[in-house]
């Protein structure tokens, strides 16, 4: 077997490679590149389970960052177990080849209680007072105070939210990913896994704050011309320069995966450069519970004077995550109104039924009843309240595990409060005297997002990309988000054991 290390480069597509990404444009002229056509929907947990299983949803069962457990009666996100993956992992396979393989993973998602014989990732400790305390979990267990003493606490607030990607008290903006790329290293240095994965989330923070561009292409902006050019034409990117807010935020990833990739190959360790998805710009924000919530088929409930939405007494909802939301009916008579009512909104580009979810790989219990397809300048929010003034506490807050959808407006703070760094300032010194208190500082304009992801974009050269130090072991120029399992096999194996 030969060592491999996977880097992976959230956001990082064919259009930003050049002149701002010097040392990783170079790897791909010295080895090869291919696209990957993404997975659907095209987020995290989705994309990394179809990479480390070979196989779609409709078998894995992740449908997304997250979903509305119907037992439970709750919607769930960013759980991490890794149980929660329905089908065997690359590494299980390799070692089921040669007992002496290891794998170490990095911050990729579903990292707790899983096969692996090293795993590092973002886990808060909850007192039962109340507090949430920044941390990590690592397995084996002795793993974390060790690398905590070498490295210091990880950036957990420069991981996500109004900190994450921005100078700030809490560190650089690209601290999260640098205590990552180094935690790579001190793997190394210690351990030697066979496979090492790795994940940067640096870049996918101003891409969605900022957008990739300086703006967003209509829908249907593309002539029949420019259509069939792109037939027989390398892919472009989709209209527009490069936003010049996220030029450092090339230069600094550019940075950490340059030493990354001279440190592993000085030590001959194949590299594989990848990305889950890539981000477009966005315009318009499309709130889906508000639509439902107008035609009263929300159950909401108030809570202290706060609305909140009851799932499981709601006659259909929506779970939104980035540009796709996964539908709900607890009324299954709903079924076609919902989707006629949908089909007639602006912003949404396809509904997807029974039919449509099989042919998407999608079918699984997990997904919803009919699953909404946002247009390429939009994305969906969770908001469901008619009324700001209502809105639920946790809407204010960072609070990715209460919010009954992903919510990309937790990485602004609200430009409407004055002095907000003195609020900050404020809640920390109440936090460290013990008292509650509610970090209330993320806004809630839906407007200010600027980029998105979870559709197919129109473009490849907006897809994600599978970089790799071996121009042998990739012949494929593009291929299915699923056939990324047999390249990472491929390059662990010996070259004469290739698989498909």
Known sequence: MKR???INVVGLTESLLGPHLPRITAFAQRG?????????????????????????PARHGIVGNGWYHRELAEVQFWKQSDRLVGARKLWDELRGRDRRFTCAKLF???????????????????????RKVFDIYTWPFSLRPEIKADLGEFPFAAFWGPAAGRRSPQGAPDAASRWIAQSARWIEDRHQPTLSLIYLPHLDYNLQRFGPRL??????????????????????????????????????????????????LKRAVRVVLLSEYGLTPVRRPVHLNRIFRREGWLAIKEELGREILDGGASRAFAVADHQVAHIYLN????????????ERQTGIEAILGPAEKTAAGLDHPRAGDLIAVAAEDAW???????????????????????????DPVELFL??????????????????KLGFRMLMDVVP?????????????PAHPADWPVLISSEAALLPERQMDSTAVYSILRRHVLDSDERVG
């Not at 009324?331 to 949908?342: G, M, N, Y």
Request: glycine share 8%; net charge neutral; proline share 8%.
């Open 108 to 130: 990729w998602w579903f990292n707790m209680y899983s096969t692996a014989d090293f795993a590092i990732t973002p886990r808060p400790l909850y007192p039962a007072d109340g």
């Open 215 to 264: 703006t967003a292409p209509a829908a249907g902006a593309r002539s029949a011309a420019e259509a069939k050019a792109e037939s027989v034409s390398p892919p472009r990117a989709g209209g527009g320069d490069l936003n010049p807010a996220i030029l450092p935020d090339l230069q600094a990833i550019d940075a950490i995966v340059g030493d990354l990739l001279d440190f592993f």
């Open 331 to 342: 009324d299954p008579s709903l079924a076609s109104t919902v989707r006629s009512l949908l």
């Open 380 to 406: 969906f929010t969770y908001y469901y309240w008619l009324d700001d003034a209502v809105a639920p506490d946790f809407a204010r807050t960072v609070d990715i595990h209460r919010k009954p959808g992903y």
């Open 414 to 431: 609200d430009p409407a409060r004055r002095f907000i760094q003195g609020r900050i300032a404020w809640r920390l010194l109440q936090k």
């Open 4 to 6: 491999t290390a996977v």
């Open 32 to 56: 090869a590149q291919a696209t990957i056509r993404p997975a659907f929907p095209a987020v995290t947990c989705t994309a990394q389970a179809d990479y480390l299983t070979g196989v779609a």
């Open 444 to 456: 809630l304009d839906a407007g200010l997002v600027q980029g998105s992801h979870g559709r197919r």
